[in-house]
T-cell receptor
Framework: AQSVTQLDSQVPVFEEAPVELRCNYSSSVSVYLFWYVQYPNQGLQLLLKYLSGSTLVESINGFEAEFNKSQTSFHLRKPSVHISDTAEYFC??????????????FGKGTLLTVNP | DADVTQTPRNRITKTGKRIMLECSQT?????MYWYRQDPGLGLRLIYY???????NKGEISDGYSVSRQAQAKFSLSLESAIPNQTALYFC??????????????FGPGTRLTVL
């Protein structure tokens, strides 16, 4: 069965600083990978996803994540954060292929706080 | 209008009461899910349904039941609420593979407090 580990529960940074939110997964088969974002008092929104092809995926608001199969990682990065990026970020993995049920397993979340 | 809606958005109830949380979707997806979110624990799957006749337990189904009334509606019930069921509850939907890749779309959540 798949599992997800988000290595940092909280990441405080200053505005305009770079940030990396770390995510490692465990699976014995092929996977799809996702990052979801939850702004205060809101539901979860998809930020970006890796399905296949290029291992570097980008979001429309400047975040990017790189799928590293050998290290089983899918870290999220942004070169310069804004106050409005303050939110909780969840990494998720879904196995696919014959015999898999395509369930989504979430990490426990990383709270990114951007300070002025 | 939102694609996935949940009612109520907030609910306070007492221990022992029966409560139902409802989820509706206009995305036309076959698959629907119920999760609960607790601080520091992320999202945990309660129940999921791959179509109207296919309902499955998730990792924390004890104390909960569900009903899939139609493709678009999936309800979660707490038969006898207890305080440790106080949490934020999310409904989600997805398309089946291969088109859906299991990308899930979430409702706005229901904040439930059990006193």
């Amino acid at each position: 069965a798949q599992s997800v580990t988000q290595l940092d529960s909280q990441v405080p940074v200053f505005e305009e600083a770079p940030v990396e939110l770390r995510c490692n997964y465990s699976s014995s088969v092929s996977v799809y990978l996702f990052w979801y974002v939850q702004y205060p008092n809101q539901g979860l929104q998809l930020l970006l996803k890796y399905l296949s092809g290029s291992t570097l995926v980008e979001s429309i608001n400047g975040f990017e994540a790189e799928f590293n199969k050998s290290q089983t990682s899918f870290h999220l990065r942004k070169p310069s954060v804004h106050i409005s990026d303050t939110a909780e970020y969840f990494c998720a993995v879904s196995e696919y292929g014959r015999g898999s049920n395509y369930k989504l397993t979430f990490g426990k979340g990383t709270l990114l706080t951007v300070n002025p | 209008d939102a694609d996935v809606t949940q009612t109520p958005r907030n609910r306070i109830t007492k221990t022992g009461k029966r409560i139902m949380l409802e989820c509706s979707q206009t995305k036309g997806h076959d698959r629907m899910y119920w999760y609960r979110q607790d601080p520091g624990l992320g999202l945990r799957l309660i129940y999921y349904s791959f179509d109207v006749k296919d309902i499955n337990k998730g990792e924390i189904s004890d104390g909960y039941s569900v009903s899939r009334q139609a493709q678009a509606k999936f309800s979660l019930s707490l038969e006898s609420a207890i305080p440790n069921q106080t949490a934020l509850y999310f409904c989600a939907t997805s398309d089946p593979p291969p088109s859906g890749h299991n990308e899930q779309f979430f409702g706005p959540g229901t904040r439930l407090t059990v006193l």
